[in-house]
């Protein structure tokens, strides 16, 4: 793999996967408790948890693109920089919306 295409997050990929590996225990968390029948609030607690949990993750890998991906491309060409700002813009607008 060249080091064009290694992912910005690279260098942190372990502690994503350990991130996303507990937020996938705190999901099966939520699915157990909705088959206990736990009072709604509580689920509900657990959900926005789950959603914070996400979102900081969203953050960290995208400040590693755009230290990273962004970055890099810039130093290529101004049009490979302004592809990457692009595809940024598109991700944190996906983000938004969600």
């Known amino acids: ?8 997050y690279g260098g942190s990929k372990d502690d ?8 996938e225990g ?3 968390g939520i ?8 009072y709604c609030i509580d689920v509900l607690t657990q959900v926005a948890a789950v959603t914070k949990a996400l979102q900081a ?11 990273h991906c962004v970055v890099d491309a810039a130093r290529t ?11 940024a813009a598109d991700a944190i607008a ?3 919306r969600s």
């Open 31 to 38: 699915a157990r408790m909705i088959d206990e029948d736990t």
């Open 77 to 87: 060409s101004p049009e490979a920089g302004e592809e990457k700002v692009r595809e």
């Open 57 to 67: 993750v969203s953050l960290g890998l995208m400040e590693d693109h755009l230290s």
């Open 1 to 8: 793999m060249t080091d064009q295409a290694r992912p910005g």
């Open 94 to 96: 996906r983000l938004v």
């Open 26 to 28: 705190q999901v099966r």
């Open 16 to 23: 994503y996967t350990k991130r996303m590996r507990r937020i």
